[in-house]
């Protein structure tokens, strides 16, 4: 697996690309498939391989597979011309 094409946050080696930049050869926004963990290649390589990725955001399959339901997105407030 190479370092490039691995998730930096799962190291899940299955990676799609969502966009690449309207400028040739700018960037790319990738996406990991195990974890959703999205990327631009231009970013810092603290946010682009998994060797600089912050250690205490690594997550590993069993993470994932253990990690708590997301929480619900309560619903809107009214606005101002609700009221």
Not at 14 to 32: K, R
Not at 65 to 83: F, Q, T
Request: glycine share 2%; charged share 25%; hydrophobic share 30%.
């Amino acid at each position: 697996m190479s370092e490039k094409t691995a998730c930096p946050r799962c190291a899940h080696p299955a990676i799609s690309q969502l966009f690449t930049s309207p400028v040739p050869g700018a960037w790319d926004v990738l996406q990991c498939e195990q974890c959703l963990y999205c990327w631009r290649t231009s970013e810092p390589a603290r946010r682009t391989t998994r060797t600089a990725y912050p250690d205490s955001f690594k997550l590993t399959a069993d993470d994932i597979r253990s990690a708590p339901e997301v929480p619900a997105v309560p619903p809107l407030r009214r606005g101002r011309e609700d009221r």
